[in-house]
């Protein structure tokens, strides 16, 4: 069993849709847990990072981290063509330089 | 802020030639940069974990000898791929964590090099 998973996708929405995506893990020690976006041939972009359980808005992205079922939901509200890439999910233990053990990233595309 | 860059962007080389890559924080002191290597739709893989001053930590089946890590400063770390082969083409990335926030473990990515090897 991998310690991260996320299901590739593709997920595909008109614009305008709300937007859910999923990781679920087996190591109850993550403690940091990040949402990333990457588009085609580009790195990673740093969306959003929780600490622990609870709830996290940006604008138009909502993070979820729900410890106890060890799942992490990233929301996309309003969703634009401009949304459409992959997004990664990322965690890692407590500790300085804990490595981050990544999702395979899904796959969204955004219809205008 | 958090800006990372890499250099260069993309390389074609022969193969048996070394090439170079570089990572540079612009805005933040790095001391620590991660080095991933990623496949066409796949995720990232992490290759070594550099820390400036001190020897790069290799992953299992990473071979150090070939690629080769320097992290000579705190916004500077280049990875070296030795006596590059076609297998050994693939997207490089680097990131960086910012030394400053030091209660996260976030990572901020360069954009990327792609190194073909014919």
Not at chain 1, 5 to 28: F, K, M, R
Not at chain 1, 40 to 64: C, H, I, V
Not at chain 1, 85 to 107: E, H
């Amino acid at each position: 069993q991998k310690e991260v998973e996320q299901d590739p996708g593709p997920l595909s929405v008109p614009e305008g849709a709300i937007v859910s995506l999923n990781c679920t893990y087996s190591n109850s020690a993550f403690q940091y847990f990040m949402w990333y976006r990457q588009y085609s041939r580009k790195g990673p972009e740093l969306l959003m990072y929780t600490y622990s359980s609870g709830n996290k808005e940006d604008g138009r992205f909502t993070a979820q981290v729900d410890k106890s079922s060890k799942y992490i939901s990233l929301f996309i509200r309003d969703s634009q063509p401009s949304d459409s890439a992959t997004y990664l999910c990322a965690m890692s233990r407590a500790g300085n330089n804990r490595k981050l053990i990544w999702g395979l990233g899904t796959s969204l595309a955004v219809n205008p | 802020g958090a800006v990372v860059s890499q250099h260069p962007s993309r390389v074609i080389c022969k193969s048996g030639t070394s090439v170079k890559i570089e990572c540079r924080s612009l805005d933040f002191q790095a001391t620590t940069m991660f080095w991933y290597r990623q496949f066409p739709k796949k995720s990232l893989m992490l290759m070594a974990t550099s820390n400036e001053g001190s020897k790069a930590t290799y992953e299992q089946g990473v071979e150090k000898d070939k690629f080769l890590i320097n992290h000579a400063s705190l916004t500077l770390s280049t990875l070296t791929v030795t006596s590059a082969h076609p297998e050994d083409s693939s997207f490089y990335i680097c990131s960086a964590r910012d030394h400053a926030k030091s209660s996260y473990n976030e990572q901020f990515f360069g954009p990327g090099t792609r190194l073909t090897v014919l």
